[in-house]
């Protein structure tokens, strides 16, 4: 039986540069992916995502009037369905984790490739996360360890409702392993390690995987700097 077509996502794109929306506009047209509308700053996004109910949001984090980080904040409250990918020039920016740990499905740097750009897009549309690539670790282990030393973690309330498969799920979903490399780790079935995942996510009320990397380098389930 062949598996459903998954839509086609259909996506706003919010960035204070024209050339930019316009660039990413044209690459994703072109494969595909339905661009509805597109935004100047954080205000006029917060309002497109309101009238247009786009699937995901190409957020970029410095715009004026409003940033990106308030806008997405909005945004997912407004919206919880919505996927955001956050837009950053730099490789470490602060303020993409705590994008990430308000519910942003990931970020991409601005010189992002035609090919994983829209692969990204269908990604997060399928209610993944994007956090394969080894810079977004790096950046989560970066401000994490900032916060850690500003004050010490203290444990998430819920982290007990975790079992002890549950909690070494977390701790190595923590350190970037996707579906496949944890049931090779664990030595179990992608379907049961969906089943793991779904549990904690249910468990601690995390959004997707991005929420679950950052939780557990704050409760020092992945300590920063850990090797894969």
């Given at each position: 039986?062949?598996?459903?077509?998954?839509?086609?996502?259909?996506?706003?794109?919010?960035?204070?540069?024209?050339?930019?929306?316009t660039?990413f506009?044209?690459?994703?047209?072109?494969?595909?992916?339905?661009?509805?509308?597109?935004?100047?700053?954080?205000?006029?996004?917060i309002?497109?995502?309101?009238?247009?109910k786009?699937?995901?949001?190409?957020?970029?984090?410095?715009?004026?009037?409003?940033?990106?980080?308030?806008?997405?904040?909005?945004?997912?409250?407004?919206?919880p369905?919505?996927?955001?990918l956050?837009?950053t020039t730099?490789?470490?920016?602060?303020?993409?984790?705590?994008?990430?740990?308000?519910?942003?499905?990931?970020?991409l740097?601005?010189?992002?490739?035609p090919?994983?750009?829209?692969?990204?897009?269908?990604?997060?549309?399928?209610?993944?996360?994007?956090?394969?690539?080894?810079?977004?670790?790096?950046?989560v282990?970066?401000?994490?360890e900032?916060?850690?030393?500003?004050?010490p973690?203290?444990?998430?309330?819920?982290?007990?409702?975790?079992?002890?498969?549950?909690?070494?799920?977390?701790a190595?979903?923590?350190?970037?392993?996707?579906?496949?490399e944890?049931?090779?780790n664990?030595?179990?079935?992608?379907?049961?390690?969906?089943?793991?995942?779904?549990?904690?996510?249910?468990k601690?009320?995390?959004?997707?995987?991005?929420q679950?990397?950052?939780?557990a380098?704050?409760?020092?389930?992945?300590?920063?700097g850990?090797?894969?």
């Amino acid at each position: 039986m062949t598996a459903p077509t998954p839509p086609t996502p259909r996506v706003l794109i919010a960035d204070d540069q024209a050339l930019v929306r316009t660039g990413f506009r044209l690459i994703l047209t072109m494969r595909g992916i339905d661009v509805v509308g597109e935004a100047a700053d954080g205000l006029e996004a917060i309002q497109a995502a309101q009238d247009l109910k786009p699937d995901v949001v190409l957020m970029d984090i410095r715009m004026p009037h409003m940033d990106g980080l308030e806008a997405a904040r909005q945004i997912l409250a407004r919206h919880p369905d919505c996927r955001i990918l956050m837009l950053t020039t730099f490789d470490l920016d602060q303020y993409v984790y705590a994008a990430l740990k308000l519910g942003a499905s990931g970020f991409l740097l601005k010189d992002v490739t035609p090919e994983h750009l829209a692969a990204a897009v269908h990604l997060v549309n399928t209610g993944d996360a994007l956090l394969a690539p080894t810079i977004t670790r790096r950046l989560v282990e970066r401000f994490a360890e900032e916060a850690a030393t500003a004050r010490p973690a203290a444990p998430h309330r819920d982290l007990a409702a975790l079992t002890p498969r549950e909690r070494e799920v977390l701790a190595l979903m923590g350190r970037g392993l996707s579906n496949a490399e944890l049931a090779g780790n664990l030595t179990l079935s992608e379907a049961t390690v969906k089943t793991h995942v779904a549990r904690i996510f249910a468990k601690l009320g995390l959004r997707d995987r991005a929420q679950a990397v950052v939780l557990a380098y704050e409760t020092g389930l992945v300590t920063p700097g850990e090797a894969d």
